[in-house]
């Protein structure tokens, strides 16, 4: 929420979509409003199984060009289970 919240304050148009949302629904999101990025916040490490297949195949359907950035107290375990987010 606060990274929805300082972007919006930088003037980026932020949509934000809650908690516990599939890869697929978040990469039809981003597709539907042509999002250059998409923001994650983890809370729970990613070294959760689940959780690291979730951010490989949501970087697999976004379009390359669609940073992904990844924060949160779960951000630092999740480097390497996508392709190109980053974390913070």
Do not use: F, H
């Amino acid at each position: 929420m606060l990274a929805a919240a300082t972007a919006a304050a930088a003037d980026w148009r932020v949509i934000y979509m809650g908690a516990d949302l599939p890869a697929a629904s978040i990469a039809k999101a981003a597709e539907l409003t042509g999002a250059r990025a998409v923001a994650l916040s983890l809370i729970c490490p990613a070294s959760d199984a689940e959780l690291a297949e979730e951010l490989r195949t949501l970087r697999r359907l976004l379009p390359a060009e669609v940073a992904v950035i990844v924060g949160g107290q779960g951000a630092a375990t999740s480097r390497g289970n996508g392709r190109k987010e980053r974390s913070i």
